[in-house]
């Protein structure tokens, strides 16, 4: 290995030593950076390139000199800076810079005899952008003191929190800002230090002032500390006490931290004196759990109000679409109750909120109403609490030493499988088209991803290889069927289409016709090349059903021969379109 390196210095003097233009140069230094050994002879090759043309070959520099050249960086540092090569020295400095040896450079910088400007061009300089380096009290308020117009920017860059660092720190600073009346800045770096205590204090001076409702709000922002998530907010109702309305925007904007800290209880109770019922709900809804909020709604219920009375009542306590209520649910009793009391008035609620932890009851009592578009929902519910179940019924064999089958999720799987196929065929006996918008509403509600694991599924789950395997005929002959499971944003649903497609000849090639745009699609998109050859397979078996077919059929695969890509399945469409060329001209010829 020493012997390499040593030839490897000989080869870099060599090539520094050859009368080569620098873009040679760079280009034979580049070469010869391949070598693992390359940057242990920065002491040799750093300071030539430096000294031929520094701007020229400051990226390569950049590149290939780090903390282990710290002594090279060293010496190359002084030069740079003497020469003006700004962003050079600044690239080069962050690579060996230490939080403590850089306050002392700024400090010795900040005290020096040189004029404002020539500080403030040395100091940005040395500008960090490593988070956790910030500038000590005693730095910052040399050079604030020095000119606080100038250097008032980089000190409030510089400020940063850190834990176990507070406002106290920082005290003489703060009140030399104070004492400039540079409020700006005293706020901003308030809001980086402050803790929990300097944060109450401040807003119980802001109480004790009587500022104007008209401040109010613009007083209590300024305030807000970015690292006070353990504070005591019971300050803030206080402010929400004495002024009401015009600091619920705040309020509001920070609920959240608000409530974690124990003043949910209370913040309730203040908003519900303002008279805003709307208001007091959206702040219910933000700092409740799905379980108080059931508890609410038996309340209601309970109300000797009218449907539509009951239906206004229940718009404001029901939660907006988000991810913090993703996961709420009707717990069953609640559900029943609304069912049973108007069930088309308040299916929206329960469609969205419907158990994910199925309770039969309900379902049961949508079938004994014959409300299909009900269960269409709840069995869609139940499908997904069924993919959950395969992993603990049937877990997976790299698992098994130390999970076992559970007998539970098995008989629960067997269970909802059983009422699931049951209805299933009670719709295909009814009418193969009443069978195929049910099964179709089911499937449009899979999301893109939202099957877990394909295959597990049609091994384990009984109702989703009823929907992949059962009645694919009759799919065949459904226009908006097919369209439907084609359509969908998840490809496992889309592939369904494509396997009832792929099974069928006669039959199948009206609806690869209907769908030529969606197929398409999945010839140029993104799919796997195995759904790329079954989309083929079904535009192949449909062409050759005839001319009529062919002819729509050609362009479509000529289109797609120019997608490149790796997922691009040229020499299979190559093969396809010439084979339906042929055919198309024999037809033509024969005719």
């Not at 997608?563 to 024969?590: H, P, S, T």
Request: contains cysteine; charged residues 25%; positive net charge.
């Amino acid at each position: 290995m020493a012997g390499i390196s040593a030839d490897l210095r000989t080869q870099i003097h060599a090539v520094l030593a050859s009368p080569l233009d620098r873009s040679a140069l760079l280009r034979q230094m580049s070469a010869l950076a391949e070598h693992d050994a390359f940057r242990t002879h920065a002491d040799l090759w750093a300071p030539a390139l430096f000294q031929r043309a520094a701007p020229f070959f400051e990226p390569f520099l950049l590149r290939y000199l780090d903390a282990r050249q710290e002594a090279t960086i060293r010496a190359l540092l002084p030069q740079a800076e003497a020469a003006g090569h700004d962003t050079l020295f600044n690239g080069l400095y962050q690579k060996i810079a230490r939080e403590d040896a850089w306050n002392a450079e700024l400090l010795v910088l900040a005290r020096s005899h040189q004029t404002d400007e020539q500080v403030l061009r040395a100091i940005q300089r040395r500008e960090m952008e490593r988070s956790w380096f910030t500038m000590t009290e005693v730095v910052a308020l040399t050079l604030y003191r020095r000119n606080p117009a100038l250097f008032a920017a980089f000190i409030r860059r510089h400020i940063r929190h850190r834990w176990g660092q507070r406002s106290q720190g920082f005290e003489h600073l703060l009140q030399a800002i104070q004492q400039q009346g540079d409020d700006e800045l005293y706020w901003a770096l308030f809001r980086q230090l402050a803790g929990s205590d300097e944060w109450k204090r401040s807003i119980r001076q802001v109480l004790r002032a009587r500022t104007p409702a008209s401040a109010i709000l613009e007083e209590v922002r300024r305030r807000h500390a970015e690292h006070i998530w353990d504070a005591d907010t019971s300050v803030l109702i206080d402010v929400l006490e004495r002024y009401g309305i015009v600091v619920i925007p705040y309020i509001e904007e920070h609920l959240g931290w608000i409530a974690q800290r124990g003043s949910a209880e209370r913040l309730l109770s203040v908003v519900s004196r303002l008279g805003d019922e709307a208001l007091y709900w959206r702040f219910y809804c933000k700092t409740r759990d799905w379980v108080q909020w059931n508890g609410t709604l038996r309340e209601l219920l309970k109300r000797p109000i009218s449907d539509s009375e009951l239906a206004l009542a229940l718009e404001i306590r029901t939660p907006p679409s988000g991810w913090r209520w993703q996961w709420w649910r009707l717990e069953s009793d609640v559900a029943l109750s609304f069912y049973r009391r108007n069930p088309d008035l308040f299916r929206p609620m329960l469609e969205r909120f419907a158990t994910r932890e199925p309770d039969l009851t309900l379902f049961h009592e949508a079938e004994q109403r014959g409300d299909e578009e009900l269960l269409d929902t709840l069995s869609f519910r139940l499908m997904e609490a069924m993919q959950g179940l395969i992993y603990s019924a049937y877990p997976p064999p790299s698992t098994q030493r130390w999970r076992k089958p559970h007998n539970e999720s098995q008989q629960r799987l067997a269970e909802y499988g059983a009422l699931l196929t049951r209805r299933f065929d009670r719709l295909y006996a009814r009418s193969p088209q009443i069978y195929l918008r049910h099964a179709a509403s089911i499937m449009s509600r899979f999301q893109a991803f939202r099957v877990w694991s394909f295959q597990k599924n049609l091994a384990y789950n009984p109702a989703f290889r009823y929907l992949f395997w059962q009645h694919r005929a009759a799919w065949r002959q459904s226009s908006e069927g097919m369209r439907d499971l084609l359509e969908s944003p998840n490809i496992y649903v889309q592939i369904l289409g494509l396997e009832i497609l792929a099974e069928g000849a006669t039959d199948a090639a009206p609806r690869v016709i209907e769908n030529l745009p969606l197929l398409r699609a999945l010839l140029l998109g993104r799919a796997k090349l195995s759904t790329k050859r079954k989309a083929l397979g079904c535009l192949q078996q449909a062409a050759l059903q005839g001319n009529p077919f062919a002819s729509q059929i050609l362009p479509v695969l000529e289109e797609a021969l120019h997608f490149q890509g790796k997922r691009a399945i040229d020499e299979r469409l190559m093969v396809a379109f010439v084979r339906l060329r042929k055919q198309l001209a024999a037809e033509q010829n024969a005719s």
